[in-house]
């Protein structure tokens, strides 16, 4: 090689060398600068971001890609907090797995197997619902996304009928409209009867499909099922097959109260089981057809319990939800503690005694409120009245942990 090439090759290796050495010292300047940014700022330089960013948007294009942009970085946020929260509830029953395996131990090894205990009410449901288990293999939910990006529910049978089981009943007693509707009325007492009245109504589906009356009561028969089920696959089948009986039963009367109510309720269902982005969605579906319930059925008390845990939801929004829904809307849904109060409140004027969970928020409301006084006052009446469903035990367990906070 040329001794004036050997030259250059030196003098090129010394300059990069130079250079690099020079790039990591700026490096490391420049990550001292910023190592103090903490959360806040940077959530604080977001929004600074986002409003001087929008308010130079000129072209709609532009702006369609931020907000593109914004949804995926929420989403990529919203998806790690979930994996912890999935994260901590599995190490939880990690935990209570170990403490009661020693126990289980013992018994198999002294010759007795510990078997599940099973309630009454379950080996009842287990037994009537084998038939409604065996539809659900036929009739699976396929889901597909609308142009609205909802995440909708579409049966093999959709179309065709109603996506719903075959008769549990070989020989069924047949009813007049007004005495079947009474009757399904009357049995949701509770939740052995709430599971004897889906069935009477499965019964007749065939004959009453297209009666209004019929149709939103069936709706709500699937909602009851969801709620009574302990199976997170029953339950999204039975939320997403009441959903789509909500639309056709709002389809069929927009101006009754109850089949907007209904479906809001199994929108709400549904939601349980989708991620952020449709959870939102569906929120937003929730509140449109429960203030149209409301402005059609002023004087019902459970659309303004329903009401107020909508606002108390809104108020203790996490800061992702908040800039999603203003992503997906516009804007931002806004509530506060004491709006959630005045429906809880409305629902206990227009029925007295009206529900444990109820009560349960009214305590909560007034907890936030520092009204000690109160909080104290509605705990104690939620502990006077019955348990009757799975949602009135949990608010009864609680309660008791306020009235133990309260006591502090």
Known sequence: MPHSTNKELIFGIMVGTAGVSLLVLWYHKIRKANATVTLPKFLS???????????????????????RKQLQILEKLNELLTNMDELKEEVKILKETISKLEECMQDELGGTITGHKISPQHRARKRKLTTVQSSASRHSSEEAESEGGYITANTD????????PQAFNTQVEEFKLD???QKADHL????VGKVESFEL????????????EFMWRFARAYGDMCDISTNTQEKKHYANIGKTLGEKSITRAPMNGHCHMWYAILCGHVSEFEGLQNKINYGHRFKEHLDIALKLLPEEPYLYYLKGRYCYTVSKLSWIEKKMAATLFGNIPTSNVRESLHNFLKAEELQPGFSIPNYMYLAKC???????????????LALLLPIISNEDKEANKEVKKLMISLKK
């Open 366 to 380: 007034y907890i936030d409120l520092d009204e000690g006084q109160n909080a104290s006052k509605f705990c104690n």
């Open 201 to 212: 109504l499965c019964d007749h589906k065939e004959k009453f499909k297209d009666e209004v």
């Open 188 to 191: 949701r007492m509770n939740e």
């Open 179 to 181: 005495i079947l509707l």
């Open 45 to 67: 330089l977001g929004n600074t971001f986002d409003s001087v960013t929008l308010q130079d948007e000129t072209h709609n294009g532009t702006a369609v890609i931020f907000q």
């Open 157 to 164: 049978t959709e179309e065709q009928n109603f996506p719903v």
